[in-house]
Each structure stands twice: as structure tokens, then as C-alpha cells.
């Protein structure tokens, strides 16, 4: 069974209100506010406006500015750049060609200091050049890696009055290099500080595959250099894994300012360098009044320590006041060294020394002797900060909070969030509001509302609210969760908060459609409703169906009203004319089980009424190593069948919790004069290999600390009757399990089921004591074939006696 993505299929859009108001959200703010905070408001006094929800509406969302207009230009992967405005209104302000193999595509967005009189912004984004299709080679010559050096391109842009981008107004500023056609890390935000000069984050460019979850320093002969990081982010004379500060004319030259790293002239280094070391700081902001940036760098993923190869993976908060090297790939998180690994040799050498970090490598162009690196302002891994949780490790650098009691602003946030750190976590999903001193001494760390999905940017606007750049969760492509949104202070009185959805949103006219309306108002008040289905139709009730007689592509829009004349809109989007194609992912199947380095078939069928013949060649499948809530692109292919090579070494090493996403795309050609529409499909592929602890759902069960188990943890203090699942799974192959278990006690019976604890029962095993927790073995069943439809994998406990029965570290599948 699959899980349909198809664009414009998905029907919650856009939410605005007239007051600038949105949804009342519970989430309360923590405890422990430093004194001259007391007085923070609760979360019942902010609204999350949306002002545009859907693939449709944000692509796959990378990065946001707000303008001074309070509209927000947020960019898409895929070259799309667009503009909604104040009241929820977005269209495309333009598109770029970009190349988009892996992670690259339009990533950064910025807003000149000076837009006002010369309506300047800045993109950050792969140009096509002449890079060659497919994977580069992970071995070969320097002859058989030279097609695939590309570069990521700074370039600034006039934004026309009428919110279009002038493509032709291109004036180049800046090229990073970049290795095509293999992963990982681009970074590319941008801001810019009181003086008006521009930073731009850079990624490290480096293939983190193949090295266990520890530092790439790969600088085997016959190797990739994408697998060496010390070739850009511990690299003096590289502007990848870095924090680049200029200063750009009009004509997109620059000029350095003084106070870099390296002053220009130092042999082996480039001036525009700021700050250097970093993984992935696919997130940063500048603290204007200050000038301290902030940056959320993503680290590497080892589960554990290991003393051959250095710690486990961690990421981390840096808070920039003064150039310096922040360690990668040499040192990490709390100034924790990595061991000087030889993987021709598969020996260790000594730890790298934070304090005078050298650089060696072969791929090395700059200097030696690198400056000391400097610590995390907040380094965590799993819950090593209480107040993050735990789960998926993946911060984003937010905005710093200046209050302005001058500006006039319903909106505004209040007074005691002045100087306040707003930080983001993608796969945690949360914003956290961290009180600090100014010298950056952390005072607490608050809840703080929200109620979207994978944060990916935000910032503060001109009218003192925190504009949020929602991913959604998907990957690669935008879902009915990517969003773009407004969080206000509303302790001046909520606004109605409005949805609205269709039956369908394409097709050929004479289209009906049965529109929905929902609206809650934290007030309590009574709603009124209002629609204008954008061809003069309108009409005054929740769910309203309307029939659209002439081609075009409609806005529908809803207003919700309360008796004090406060409201909220949402709108839906309908394209008559046109019919989006629908996609359907037959191979490989979700849930499917695959092992890494599997040569995987695809089968994709396409139907479209519009388009006569589907063009096989215009048919996008993309192959992602998911990990946890994130991912990283791994190959793409385009056709209705073939294969995808899938990559022999998962990154995060076996134990953490990696699976394989395909997804197929298909665009039409658009029909009677309207604009193309894209379906999508997807599917997950689980590994035959599996840690137990990564359950997805579970009854009683909780992860558990081992220091014998593999990655550290395991599936604990499990009590008879109880269980945990996973989803998707098709089990129609499988033909045994194993699995490695412990216990200090009676042991017990272990149940593989399918669809529910009560489901289909495929096998048993018998699970003995084993002496103790840390002591396991492994235990096996036969298993009956399960079902031919994808359905959710249970493991069930049962036993007798008081307290734990068992323990299981992981589990592997055998197919036929």
C-alpha cells in the first residue's frame, strides 16, 4: 500500500489573520526564568499564523528573509524562489537553473542591508555548468574526478517592485568549490551584521560514507578527495566548512574587512575566511547589535566511542565573537579529539591536539599549523542536555531577540525575551528560548510554542515576530507539512485561526469542488464564515461546494470572523485546465527489505489525462539514506524502470537508525494554457538489519543504556505482554529471524507479529538466561511468510515472573 505525496493534492494552504494572529498553542514555557524574566508571557499568548502550508506553496523549503514589507522570500532546492506576502499571498518571484544531484540545488536567501534604495538580495545556489550526470567515482584518478569539480555560487539579484527576481540583474560575488556528484553538506545561509557585511555558511563538501560514523580523513591515492575533510573544512586556503565574511558592492566585487581570520597577503590561507572547522553549519545568524554569530553545526553520527577511531557522534551550538577554528575535522563538540586513523592501513595513530590542530593530509593546499580549536557553546548528543530531549541530533541556528520599545507592533515579542537565543532542532521538532548573560553564560533553556513539524529557518521580521521555515516530513521534496509561518505575541487578544481543504484541486473545467472550512478561536468566541472562490463566486457558509467553469488557476480563500471583528483566512489553491499526474511507486515496495550496497529495481507507473504519452525520461527517482528524521541523497536516476545502487557503507554506522527512501517524481506539460503540475510518490525500504531500541511505537518498553550492546543501548526493561513496533514492513519474503538478546533472570518467549500485537503470528524463539545484562547471545525462528501488504512489524514479550524478562540489542532478517 502506498503512501501518496502528489502535489497539489494536499489541501491545507494558507492562514492569515487581520491582526496578525494564528493558532493558540500548549506548550508552557519552563520554569527557571533568571531574574528580570518573571514576567514572560505563557504560551496561551502566542499565535502560529500560517501563511503558506503545502509542496505547492513552499517547494522544498532551504532558507527565508524577511523583507521590510513584513513578505518573506523563501527558497525551494529546486531553483524556485518565492515571495509571500504579508497576508498569506505566495507566487513564484523566480527561478533559477541549478545543478541538484545530491544536497545542491537554491539554497541561501538574503536581504541587502541597503534593499530599500536598491532592492539588492542574494542567492547561494549550484549553478549547472557542465558536471556530468550520475555519481562521480569513489575511486579512480585525478583525471576521473577532475568533470565532476563544480562550484556553489553567491550572487546578488535585484528584486523587482513587483516582487519578481530580474535574472538578467546577476552579478556574481562569490564561487566555493565543490566536489558533484556525491554527498554531502553544502550549508549556504546568509546574513549580514551592523556594518553590512555579508556572512555566508559553507559546508564541509565532504562524503562522510565509508567512515564509520567518525571524522572523513580519508586520504588513500586511488580515494575521492570528497572523502578527506581536511581538504576544505581544516583547510587555511579552502572557503568550504566555513564562515565567510565580505563586503559586497554594487557591482558584486568585495572587499574583505579587517578582523578575518587571516589578514590578506598570509601565504596558504583566503582572506574572506571568518571562522573555520565547521561540518554542516547549515544554519546561522548574525546578532546585529553584537556581532556574535550564531551557528547550528551538524556532526558526525558514531553511536559510541570508540578509542581506535574518537568519540560518538555529537553536534552542537557555536556562538562566534571573535574569528577562530572550531575544530572539524580534527576535534568536536566540548574539544573532544578524533584518532589520526589510516584507512589504507586500517591502523591508529595518536589523537588529533585541539590545542595546535596540524593538518597533513595530502589534499591539504593551506597551512600546517592551524589555530587552536575552539569549544561548543552547547555541544549534546541523545539526552546529554536535558532540557533538548533526545532523539535526532540536527540544530538550527536561530535569531537573537532585541526588543524595540518604539516599534509599533501588536505583534511585537515582549520585553523579557530581550537578548534571548532562539534556538531550532530539525528532527526534534522543537524551538527552544535560551536566556543567556552577555558573555554567553547559558541561564536556562524554555519551552517556547510550537506546533509545526522540522524546523529549517527562522528569523525575526520588522514587526518584532518570529517568521518559521517549516521543512515538513519528507524527504527531499516538500510535503502537506512544509510551511512557512508566523509566531506573535497575542496577549492583546486572539484571532480566529482558520484551515481550509478541497475534494481535489485539478482537473478539467467544468471542475466542482467541495470546499472545508475549520476554525478555532482561543477566545471561545462564535465564528462566522466567509468564502471568495476567485472568479466572483462567493459564499457564506463552512463547506460550500462551487463549480469553476473557465481554465485558470484560482485562489480560494476563507474568512473566518468573530463578533469583535477579528478574523483569520486560509486559502486553497485550484488549477482548471490541468490534472496533476498521478505517480505510483510500484518498486521497490514500502517497507520493503533491502541490505546496503543492494542494487535495488525500480518500477514507476505514471498516468496524466492531459499528457497523450508519458515521457519515461521525465520520470525523477531519487535514493536517500534516512537517518532517523533526516537524510542524505544518495543517487538519482531518471526512467520508469531500472536500478538504484545504494551505498555499500550507511554512514551512521549500523547500529543507528538508517533506512532507504525512494522517491519517484513526475512533471506534465502542463494543458490549455496552465501552469505544469507535479505527482509524486514514495517509499521507505527497511534494512534487514535492524537496533531495536529505534522502535517506532512500543507498550511499556524503554531504551536502555548497555555498554556491552551494539551502539550502547537496547530494547529494556521489558515486562510480559508488553512490545514494540516499527513501520512500514513487508514481511511476504521473510523466512527467520535473529536476534541478540540478554538476560539476568528467567529469560522468556519472543513473538514476531505483524500488524498488530495480536496480529498474525509469523514465529517464536525462545529467549534463556543468559547471566546477566550485559552478557548476550543469539537466539533464532523459523518464520511464516506474512503478509503480501505493507503492514507494521511487532515484537512481542511474554514470560513469567516478577520484573525485566529480557533484553533485545537488535534483530536481522533472513529472506528467501
Known sequence: MHRKRLRFRKHLALATSSLLAGAMLAIAPQAGAHPGHDDAPAAEDFQQVTLAKGAEETGEPMSLAVLPDRSVLHTSRDGTLRITDAGGTTRVAGTLDVYSHDEEGLQGVGVDPGFAENRAIYLYYAPPLDTPEGDAPDEGTAEDFAPFDGVNRLSRFVLNEDGTLDTESEKKVLDVPATRGTCCHVGGDIDFDAEGNLYLSTGDDSNPFASDGYTPIDERENRNPAYDAQRSAGNTNDLRGKILRVKVAEDGSYTIPEGNLFAPGTEKTRPEIYAMGFRNPFRMTVDKPTGTVYVGDYGPDAGAADPARGPAGKVEFARVTEPGNFGWPFCVGDNEPYVDYDFATGESGESFDCAAPKNTSRHNTGLTDLPPAQKA???????????????????????????????????????????????????????????????????????FPWSGTQVMDMAFGPDGAL??????????????????????NATDGHSPVAEASADVTSGQGPLKVQFSAEATDADGDDISYRWDFGDGGTAESADPSHTYRENGTYTATVTAEDPSGRSGSASVYVTVGNTAPTVTLELPADGQLFTFGDEVPFEVKVTDPEDEEIDCSKVEIHHVLGHDSHGHPITSATGCSGTLKTSADAEHDPNANIFGVFNASYTDNG???????????ESVAQTKHRQAEHFGDSQGVEATDREAAHGGRTAGDIQNGEWISFDPYLLDTVTSVSARVAAEGAGGTLEIRAGSETGKLLGTAEVPSTGGWETYTDVTADLKKGPKETTELYLVFKGSGDGPLFEVDDFTFTTG
Do not use: C, M
Request: glycine content about 14%.
Open 467 to 488: 517568521y518559521v521555515l517549516d521543512y515538513g516530513l519528507s524527504w527531499f521534496g516538500g510535503d502537506e507539512n512544509s510551511a512557512l509561518y508566523r509566531i506573535e
Open 671 to 681: 494543458a490549455n494554457g496552465q501552469r505544469a503540475l507535479t505527482g509524486e510518490d
Open 377 to 447: 557553546w552547547i555541544p549534546y548528543d541523545g539526552a546529554s542536555v536535558p532540557e533538548f530531549g533526545n532523539g535526532s541530533e540536527s540544530p538550527v541556528g536561530g535569531p537573537v531577540y532585541h526588543y524595540d520599545a518604539d516599534l509599533d507592533s501588536l505583534v511585537k515579542f515582549p520585553e523579557a525575551y530581550d537578548g534571548d537565543f532562539f534556538a531550532g532542532e530539525f528532527g526534534r521538532q522543537w524551538i527552544k528560548r535560551i536566556e543567556q548573560d552577555a558573555d554567553g553564560t547559558v541561564q536556562s533553556i524554555n519551552d
